[in-house]
């Protein structure tokens, strides 16, 4: 049987680009740790997320250092239900990896993921990361979609993730 893939959303320039953005976007005041924190948000990205899971059996994870807020802050604007969560304090970074010059969340991502499908949508995602979890043995397979910081996630990113998702040989795995 097939595991269930999963679909990690990074928050700061994925959902909340860096980035002038005009249209749908509205600015919300979030606090955490007691710091006030402006971010610009856009329901359409909600929903895309919602459906992309919906059409995929994919579940969808925060994969963020905005960590439980998320679910507090971000979720809720974007009609989004309480996600799972991966822990990722900067404070604590794990012990295993390191070498590839991947960033500080990709050896929590792969910790987490434990051999299941995933895509990743984060806008600092690079060759690097991409080099570290293919060197994991128990990292499966992956597709990282480098979103733009400054334009936030698109509908091509979107697209990307659903085409890769649709296309995955579901029935080969776990027969090798
Ligand atoms: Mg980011």
């Given at each position: 049987m097939a595991e269930q893939p999963l679909l990690l959303v990074d928050v700061d320039g994925v959902l909340n680009p860096t980035g002038r953005q005009r249209g749908d976007f509205r600015t919300y005041d979030c606090v955490t740790s007691g710091t006030l924190y402006k971010v610009r948000l856009n329901r359409t990205h909600g929903t895309w997320l919602?459906?992309?899971?919906?059409?995929?059996?994919?579940?969808?994870?925060?994969?963020?250092?905005w960590e439980d807020a998320a679910n507090d802050w971000i979720g809720p604007p974007l009609g989004l239900p309480t996600l799972p969560v991966i822990p990722?304090?900067?404070?604590?970074?794990?012990?295993?990896?390191?070498?590839?010059?991947?960033?500080?969340?990709?050896?929590?991502?792969?910790?987490?993921v434990a051999g299941r499908p995933f895509v990743w949508f984060d806008d600092a995602v690079s060759e690097a990361d991409e080099e570290y979890l293919r060197h994991r043995s128990d990292v499966?397979?992956?597709?990282?979609?480098?979103?733009?910081?400054?334009?936030?996630?698109?509908?091509?990113?979107?697209?990307?993730?659903?085409?890769?998702?649709?296309d995955r040989p579901r029935e080969r795995r776990g027969s090798g």
């Open positions: 919602l459906t992309l899971a919906q059409n995929t059996g994919a579940a969808l994870i925060w994969a963020t250092t990722m304090p900067p404070s604590a970074p794990p012990a295993r990896g390191r070498g590839f010059g991947e960033m500080f969340k990709t050896p929590y991502v792969a910790d987490y499966g397979e992956f597709l990282l979609v480098q979103v733009s910081a400054e334009r936030g996630l698109t509908r091509d990113d979107v697209d990307r993730a659903g085409a890769w998702l649709g």
